[in-house]
């Protein structure tokens, strides 16, 4: 599958996730759309919490890495529902803001 369907896939499965009110996984969910941009051939495997972050810095600014690292340490060291759907919210924003140019006028 090709590195953009992938990436708007995750980017849609983050924003079903936040709906539900699964917010630490629509965080993951956003990050791992971000991150799929970078992924010209399909993945062997997944990366999952620090390995994920790390790979981030391949296909995002600074400022939405260091974004994702603080959010992903607050998570782990506990946060309020609403702080939780915050960042969740915040994320998924970054990955609509730097998946934009491929996801196109009519992805919802």
């Known amino acids: 599958m090709p590195y953009f369907i992938r990436a708007r896939t995750y980017l849609r499965y983050a ?11 629509a965080f993951w969910l956003a990050a791992k759309a971000i991150w799929a941009l ?25 400022e939405a890495v260091r974004f994702f690292r ?11 529902p609403e702080e939780a759907r915050k960042l969740s919210s915040s994320a998924i924003r970054w990955a609509r ?4 140019p491929i996801l196109g006028p009519s992805f919802r």
Do not use: N, T
């Not at 924003?15 to 996984?25: L, P, V, W």
């Not at 603080?70 to 309020?80: I, K, L, Q, T, Y």
């Open 15 to 25: 924003e079903e996730e936040f709906r539900r009110g699964h917010f630490e996984e």
């Open 38 to 62: 970078a992924q010209i051939e399909a993945p062997r495997e997944k990366p999952e919490g620090e390995r994920l972050l790390a790979e981030l810095e391949r296909a995002a600014e600074a």
């Open 70 to 80: 603080e959010a992903a340490r607050s998570f782990a060291e506990g946060v309020s």
């Open 97 to 100: 803001e730097i998946l934009a």
